[in-house]
Nanobody, 122 residues
Framework: QVQLAESGGGLVQPGESLRLSCTAA????????MAWYRQAPGKQRELVAF???????NYTDSVKGRFTISRDNAENMVYLQMNSLKPEDTAIYYC????????????????WGQGTQVTVST
């Protein structure tokens, strides 16, 4: 099993940066693909980025070139570096453990963190 806890959210101005962290408790962390999702008020939760067990990454178009996902298997950590933040990035960001197959990330419904709020506003 994997238990997840996000941190690092906050209130920033447009153009600024934040680094989100996800701590994963569990002995088999390295076997999971990992992802960051976000959910803005009144909208569905969307996949922002994922990273496979081998370190391959994928991003939704709206964050390409601005966000970077990474993982540290030795420390059981997943990160999301967010640069050039925009007001439309405002959302609760969630960490998820899942699987990767043929170019698609499959979230495991049992493995969600509690979320961390990111607000981008003047």
């Amino acid at each position: 099993q994997v238990q997840l806890a996000e941190s690092g959210g906050g209130l920033v101005q447009p153009g600024e940066s934040l680094r989100l962290s996800c701590t994963a408790a569990g002995s088999i962390f390295s076997f999971y693909a990992m992802a960051w999702y976000r959910q803005a008020p009144g909208k569905q939760r969307e996949l922002v980025a994922f990273i496979t067990t081998f370190g391959s990454t994928n991003y939704t178009d709206s964050v390409k070139g601005r966000f970077t996902i990474s993982r540290d298997n030795a420390e059981n950590m997943v990160y999301l570096q967010m640069n050039s933040l925009k007001p439309e990035d405002t959302a609760i960001y969630y960490c998820n453990a899942g699987s990767y197959l043929s170019g698609t990330y499959y979230p495991d419904a049992a493995y969600w963190g509690q979320g961390t709020q990111v607000t981008v506003s003047t």
